[in-house]
């Protein structure tokens, strides 16, 4: 499997080869992948703050490249709704510029976590932290979208919620009722339009009407065009933004933010992809290539891409199965672009308010925070702080903070999960159900002048404490000390260190420590840190037997 961790899948799939039925559903997946794209493109560059376009070269540039390299079959990248609020936070802080260079870093700090094999690991981050900060970036983008889902007359609408809350408030009575009734319309089209028909989507039927409806009937409503100007039907030539130390050096906290966001996202798309296919993918080569898209975004002037969970999901529900389906939706994207700009940008902005106020809806997984209130309190600690996090402080924030929070609440639970026990208290009990519980061996005593203690569970930094009070509490010194390890899975540094002066203080008391039952692992941890000069080779055993036949001779 190694020789394929950095292997594309499309490349996989091409060597083994396609069959003509399956590209056949891969072209139809991509089609409609690429019409459902469209609105969500151009809606998530508004709402970020950057023109249309982007929104459109981010879905056809990185999409493209993100399916071509992906360690997935059938992941569709581009511009996401998790990115709306750092997007517009750089925009407002370095500009448009800006932005594209901290996509460009954003790139190759991707590839770099791909390239170190991180994507093992980014895949094991708490349940808790994932809703609360999903659903606190849905509420950031509902509130976003208030300003043109009423048609507020606010000339610029402040990135921090409470000032944002409070300017929508002072403006209410500004409202475009007209802009309401298209936004209520498309809002009400994008959620039921299923029950007709789920071969094309909603949103695309609700664009449709109401560009048609205001463009025919001359309806006094903002658009792309009234705030935009026209839609580039081209692309532009890549080109290597202007970097400096200076500039990494400003741009260097929001492009960490976009690649952990990014790998985080992309990798949960994987993951879901791979339930709904009963595939596995590729999580290092899937970051190696978020990264590569990213940079490429960087190069064509577009925003941050990742992989998008509802395009992924509807590539895979219309017959998508090969990476084939996402290279055809970019050449969809492609194509309308460079066919269909002129009519795109008669889209009133309300109209893409109300897809939005969808998005931000399916986004909020209000099932599943509301169902999080039944987990252990400590779960519930977790998702409310990177919930409010999120909403009023800053996503980076919020993640890190869940993450220390989890980081906490694990080692409290592992540490917890450690047991020292004396078994000389045990050994002499009369009831038989106890020994077999303490021994799978028979032994008939414990000698004369000799503790036995069995450690249960990990001896890690979280449990030293633990492991120190044992110390303390051995108020004898007994001749021969038998630590019994069968149970250990691991020892890291501070429990090697604490073992050490463990031993050296017993050792210049005389008494002799016997191990047994250590993994391997553990053995040789305990010769890289010098441990078995301590100990005696001799005073290790695999089974409890010989090491009480070693107290044995010692006491003789």
């Not at 901290?102 to 094999?117: H, S």
């Not at 695309?204 to 409806?213: D, M, P, Q, R």
């Not at 040789?524 to 107290?551: H, Y």
């Amino acid at each position: 499997m190694k020789n394929k961790e950095f292997k594309p899948k499309f490349f996989t799939l091409l060597k083994v080869g396609i069959k003509k039925d399956q590209l056949k559903k891969d072209i139809v997946a991509g089609i409609i992948v690429g019409i459902v794209a469209l609105p969500l493109a151009i809606a998530f560059a508004i709402a970020s703050g950057v023109s249309p376009e982007k929104g459109l070269i981010t879905a056809i540039i990185a999409g493209l490249v993100i399916s071509t390299l992906s360690g997935s079959r059938v992941q569709i990248g581009g511009p996401t709704g998790a990115f709306i609020i750092i997007i517009y936070g750089i925009v407002q802080d370095h500009g448009v510029g800006g932005l594209t260079i901290a996509t460009f870093m954003a790139g190759f700090i991707i590839l770099g976590m791909g390239f170190a094999r991180l994507g093992n690991y980014l895949k094991f981050i708490p349940y808790p932290l994932i809703v609360g900060f999903t659903s606190g970036i849905a509420v950031i983008i509902f509130t976003t979208q208030i300003k043109d889902f009423l048609g507020l007359s606010i000339e610029a609408l402040p990135s921090e919620f409470i000032p944002k809350i409070g300017s929508i408030s002072q403006n209410l009575s500004t409202i475009n009722w007209a802009s309401f009734a298209i936004a209520m319309f498309t809002t009400l089209i994008t959620l039921n339009f299923y029950r007709i028909t789920t071969k094309v989507p909603g949103s695309l039927v609700a664009i449709i009407l109401c560009t048609l409806a205001v463009y025919l009937f001359e309806i006094p409503v903002e658009t792309i065009e009234s705030k935009f100007g026209e839609i580039p039907n081209k692309l532009s030539l890549p080109q290597i933004p202007n970097i400096s130390f200076e500039i990494i050096q400003d741009l260097m906290k929001p492009a960490i933010t976009i690649a952990i966001l990014g790998s985080i996202e992309s990798l949960l798309s994987a993951v879901v992809a791979d339930g709904m296919i009963g595939g596995k993918h590729r999580s290092n080569m899937e970051l190696v290539a978020q990264g590569a898209g990213n940079i490429f975004s960087g190069l064509f002037g577009g925003i941050p891409a990742t992989g998008a969970i509802a395009r992924t999901a509807t590539n895979v529900k219309n017959g998508g199965r090969t990476p084939i389906a996402g290279i055809v939706h970019s050449i969809i994207l492609l194509m309308i672009m460079l066919l269909f700009s002129p009519v795109a940008k008669l889209i009133p902005l309300s109209c893409l308010a109300g897809i939005l106020v969808v998005v931000a809806w399916h986004m909020s997984e209000w099932k599943h925070f509301k169902g999080l209130f039944k987990s252990d309190k400590m779960d519930i600690i977790i998702l409310l702080s990177t919930f409010f996090l999120t909403i009023f402080f800053d996503l980076i924030l919020a993640i890190e903070v869940g993450m220390i929070l989890s980081s906490f609440i694990f080692m409290n639970r592992m540490s917890k999960s450690t047991t020292i026990s004396n078994l000389n208290n045990l050994s002499g009990n009369k009831n038989p159900n106890d020994k077999e519980i303490l021994f799978e061996e028979e032994l008939a005593y414990i000698p004369k002048n000799t503790m036995l203690y069995e450690i249960n569970g990990p001896l890690f930094f979280g449990a030293s404490q633990k492991f120190q009070e044992f110390l303390s509490d051995l108020n004898q010194t007994p001749k021969v000390l038998i630590l019994r390890m069968r149970n250990v899975p691991f020892v890291d540094a501070t429990g090697i260190n604490r073992l050490k002066e463990f031993l050296s203080n017993l050792h210049s008391c005389g008494t002799k420590v016997i191990i047994s039952g250590a993994n391997q692992q553990i053995i040789d941890d305990f010769t890289k840190n010098n441990l078995l000069e301590i100990l005696g080779e001799n005073n290790i055993f695999n089974n409890i037997n010989d090491a009480i036949t070693r107290a044995e001779e010692i006491l003789k």
